[in-house]
């Protein structure tokens, strides 16, 4: 856990302690749940199991409060899906049921991709029942159940009470909060979630606390920053059915995103698969080094043997070089691919090879989810502009358009690609330019001669 959210925790339940946070009205205390084995399991003495008091709502009223959580179903029900139970702040439900088109179907893929069976060594897994292209959509889902990321303190505790003592109060007050939001779920679907793998046996989590922690995704649309908190803090926990079954893989073979008029998780293909391959999703950042990884995957119970994991010493230097998130990548990695931008010469300020290396090193490693990927395919779109190479532009501009599609389901137009985003515009000019140059060349040279 990083410095800054410690001290905010610190903070947080000394404010909760001395009583000046007032819960009633509204103040959101936040913490996060331990990992790992804790000793100080339920209620110190003193202290009563609590009474949910979230306000459950139907998704047309209008009735609740911005930053009051409320449990709901959504997206309001059609005939054809089933809605997801949610809790959710009044304002994240009026962003969801005011998205337009919302409750549009959950798309299908025909024929179908996928199935669920054992994954030796890992459990249940997600398995390619037939080849599938980069881009293409896997499963998309309606989730069983939303419910915030963070975990809110529910009334004040006791001056006695310890930090570790006051997250288990937390975590079971919580956990009273979930079984009436199960008991609002259809019996098929509660059974289906109850099924699901739980990493938190063992840390005081409840059973469904436990399996949220086990298989919830986050995405950057399901994001209430409304009550003052991070993208981090004020995220939503999504917990699917079938993708829940999808294991980690620092070379993960998909995306995934949330959907919001169809209100589905959904997963593509950021690389071909073929049939019979592990379809898998990542649970960490994978362009971090082999330690920081495997520090966090522990965390779910994930002791990682991907390619990269068991050779690190290979794996991560050009895992370092894709990363231009955490800074690690070279620090001219832009300056020295942009150079062709204020130098028209060809070759050497056009040069691909850096590019093609930086390639070759996201797909080696398979990181072709990562922004570096798009960067360095987009990078060589214009790079190979700026030399007039008009079918090496469409070229990268048609796998650009691919990982749009991957990464959230943007469709990108045939006309977009076949302008190369306007760049094909500019191979055109620096064609041009470079027949007039040559004529040019080839004139002085007749002049000097005469
Ligand atoms: C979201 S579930 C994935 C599906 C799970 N295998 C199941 O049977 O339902 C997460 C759990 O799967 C297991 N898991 C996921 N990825 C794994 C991996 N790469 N290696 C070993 N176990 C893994 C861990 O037990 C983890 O807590």
Redesign the pocket.
């Given at each position: 856990m990083p410095p800054d959210e410690r001290t905010l925790e610190n903070l947080l339940f000394n404010l909760l302690k001395s009583g000046a946070l007032n819960l009633d009205e509204g103040t959101k205390a936040v913490l996060r749940a331990p990992c790992g084995v804790v000793s100080d399991r339920g209620l110190p003495d003193g202290m009563e199991p609590h009474e949910p008091n979230c306000r459950h709502f139907d998704p047309a009223s209008p009735e609740y409060g911005d930053d009051e959580f409320i449990i709901t179903q959504l997206p309001p029900a059609t005939a054809a899906e089933a809605s997801t139970v949610c809790m959710v702040s009044g304002r994240m439900a009026r962003i969801i049921v005011n998205t337009p088109d919302i409750g549009t179907a959950v798309p299908r893929p025909t024929p179908s991709t996928y199935c669920i069976k054992e994954?030796p060594?890992?459990?249940?897994?997600m398995y390619a029942t037939r080849d599938i292209r980069a881009g293409e959509l896997i499963v998309a889902e309606r989730p069983l159940l939303i419910v915030p990321v963070s975990m809110y303190a529910r009334r004040p505790y006791p001056s006695t009470v310890t930090k570790e003592q006051g997250l288990q109060v937390m975590m079971a007050d919580t956990e009273r909060e979930y079984e009436v939001m199960l008991e609002k779920m259809a019996p098929a679907n509660r059974a289906a979630y109850m099924a699901?793998?739980n990493?938190h046996r063992f840390d005081g989590s409840g059973p469904i606390l436990g399996v949220i922690r086990?298989?919830g995704f986050g995405d950057e649309c399901m994001v209430d920053s409304g009550l003052g908190l991070s993208n981090e803090t004020g995220g939503f926990s999504i917990i699917c059915n079938d993708m829940?079954?999808?294991?980690?893989?620092c070379a993960h073979n998909t995306t995934r995103y949330f959907d919001m008029p169809s209100f589905s998780m959904q997963a593509r293909a950021i690389r071909d698969i073929k049939i019979g391959d592990e379809i898998?999703t990542n649970?960490c950042h994978t362009l971090e080094p082999f330690a920081t990884r495997h520090e966090i995957l522990a965390r779910?119970?994930?002791?990682?043997?991907?390619a990269l994991c068991t050779n690190p010493s290979e794996s991560d230097p050009l895992l370092a070089q894709c990363d231009i998130v955490h800074g690690r990548a070279p620090p001219n990695f832009e300056k020295r691919n942009r150079a062709w931008f204020t130098d028209f010469s060809v070759p050497n300020s056009t040069d691909v090879k850096p590019l093609l290396s930086d390639l070759v090193a996201h797909i080696k490693t398979g990181q072709e989810a990562s922004g570096g990927y798009a960067f360095t395919l987009f990078e060589l779109m214009k790079t190979y502009a700026a030399r007039g190479d008009i079918k090496n532009t469409r070229a990268y501009a048609r796998k650009y358009a691919v990982w749009q599609l991957a990464t959230n389901g943007k469709v990108i137009t045939d006309q977009q690609i076949e302008s190369a985003f306007g760049m094909t515009a500019v191979a055109e000019v620096v064609l041009r330019l470079r027949g007039k140059t040559k004529a040019k060349m080839a004139n002085r040279t007749v002049k000097a001669s005469k």
């Open positions: 994954a060594g890992k459990g249940l897994g699901l793998a990493s086990t298989n829940s079954r999808m294991n980690h893989d898998t649970y779910y119970d994930v002791k990682c043997t991907c």
